[in-house]
């Protein structure tokens, strides 16, 4: 049985994000692979861009921080220097000024300390699962795929469990801003402009804010100095510490990627164990779980592309990119190349070696939480697959209306236990 098979007619407007509501359209990424690997797109709301689809070529310029710049923005959509100023992440600044902040969070998400977590991942696993598969039939994607990460993100930052769900739904407004379903503000249906200097242009971003200056102070009054939070606000090695606007935007990031990629991921793990049968058994042999995540968040990958923008001028494929372009890395479609995996529209669980892109391999911003995604993957399915006898979808999946944000939102599922 077929996962899901692409719809799209090869000539896809990547601009659009209607063109994402049925996935990503990798009819016109394997195109594109094929003749136009470095392709130049215009487009009528923005300076056009340069999509880079092949996975060589990703994971090569990648690596190329003085060529290519993330202290642009790492958004298709265009901004002013004050609105990027505004706005950024240490997502969005370059070396040195990017791994100074790296390296006041890095040791919350070591692989020790992540290792330390495994136990309460499996007991939340225990009571989301034994709570959703009470029913024969649900949304997984709302069920289980966006319980546990929402769960453990209040471990991570230090919050009451019944904040978590209005936490959630404003990350939400945040990453997934481009969908009726996430925000009343949707960025391309309506004027956002009085937002412009909060996170993804969002009023979620104010709101986030507010949550957070409560929570540090709440924090402080009870003498309480551990979690990545208070580590973020200790002074570099030359003494500096982030400003408030900079601290806003690292909590609103927390709370929005480190929610919605690994919740995308389980989504994805979860619609292809209902298309390939086989999968199912392969989780209860057991043989699998060194390689399973990997697959699985490489099938999901929840950031479909991450811009950069030239610094010089530089020739590839026989075309100029000039100083000042746009330049889109599709890890969607990097992900999807037959010249890199085998059969990449099946999921391979044994897969090895997967050199995927969906953690921005090969670069300095190499996502800081991938250790905690592959555990939460890894605990669930694991905890998924011994309760299972069947699981087979029970209606169609939809996606997320975004380019930026890949995800099945809506995930109907019929199970037989086991």
Same mark, same amino acid.
């Given at each position: 049985m077929t996962i899901w098979t692409p719809t799209d007619d090869g000539q896809a407007d990547l601009t659009s994000h209607d063109t994402f509501v049925h996935g990503a359209p990798h009819n016109t990424f394997q195109r594109m692979r094929r003749e136009d690997p470095l392709s130049w797109t215009d487009w009528d709301a923005g300076e056009g861009f340069w999509s880079v689809t092949r996975h060589e070529d990703i994971l090569a310029l990648n690596? $190329?921080? /003085? %060529? %290519?710049?993330?202290?642009?923005?790492?958004?298709? *959509? /265009?901004?002013?220097?004050? *609105?990027? %100023?505004?706005?950024?992440?240490f997502q969005e600044t370059d070396p040195p000024e990017h791994t100074q902040t790296r390296m006041k969070v890095a040791k919350a998400f070591s692989p020790k300390v992540i290792a330390g977590f495994e136990q309460q991942i499996r007991d939340l696993c225990d009571e989301i699962l034994e709570e959703a598969l009470a029913e024969d039939s649900f949304d997984a994607t709302k069920r289980i795929a966006r319980e546990l990460p929402m769960r453990m993100l209040g471990r991570i930052i230090g919050t009451p469990d019944e904040d978590l769900p209005w936490l959630v739904s404003k990350g939400d407004a945040l990453i997934a801003n481009t969908d009726p379903d996430f925000t009343d503000h949707v960025l391309d249906k309506m004027t956002t402009d009085e937002y412009r200097m909060m996170p993804f242009n969002s009023p979620a971003g104010a709101e986030l804010y507010d949550y957070a200056k409560k929570l540090m102070a709440d924090k402080a009054a009870r003498g309480d100095t551990e979690g990545v939070l208070h580590l973020i606000l200790q002074p570099g090695p030359d003494g500096s510490t982030i400003s408030e606007t900079e601290f806003r935007n690292f909590f609103c990031l927390l709370v929005a990627a480190g929610n919605d990629t690994?919740?995308?991921?389980?989504? #994805?793990?979860? $619609?292809?164990?209902?298309? $390939?049968?086989?999968?199912?058994? $392969?989780?209860?042999?057991?043989?699998?779980?060194?390689t399973a995540p990997d697959e699985i968040i490489r099938w999901a990958t929840p950031a479909l592309y991450f811009r950069r923008t030239a610094?010089?001028?530089? *020739?590839?494929?026989?075309?100029?990119?000039? #100083?000042? /372009?746009?330049? %889109?890395?599709?890890f969607s479609s990097g992900n999807r190349d037959e010249t890199a995996f085998d059969q990449p529209f099946r999921v391979d669980l044994g897969r090895k070696p997967n050199k995927h892109l969906s953690f921005g391999q090969g670069?300095?911003?190499l996502c800081l939480g991938m250790h905690l995604a592959r555990l939460e993957v890894r605990v669930l399915f694991q905890e998924l697959a011994k309760r299972l006898a069947a699981i087979e979808p029970a209606g169609p999946h939809k996606f997320l209306r975004s380019n930026f944000v890949g995800g099945i939102k809506e995930l109907p599922v019929r199970i037989r236990r086991a």
């Open positions: 690596r $190329q921080t /003085d %060529l %290519l710049s993330s202290a642009r923005g790492i958004r298709m *959509e /265009d901004q002013t220097y004050e *609105e990027y %100023l505004a706005r950024r992440t690994t919740r995308y991921s389980i989504a #994805a793990g979860i $619609q292809a164990m209902a298309h $390939q049968p086989e999968l199912l058994g $392969q989780m209860q042999a057991g043989e699998i779980w060194d610094i010089r001028d530089f *020739e590839m494929h026989g075309k100029t990119v000039r #100083a000042g /372009d746009k330049v %889109l890395y599709w670069g300095p911003h």
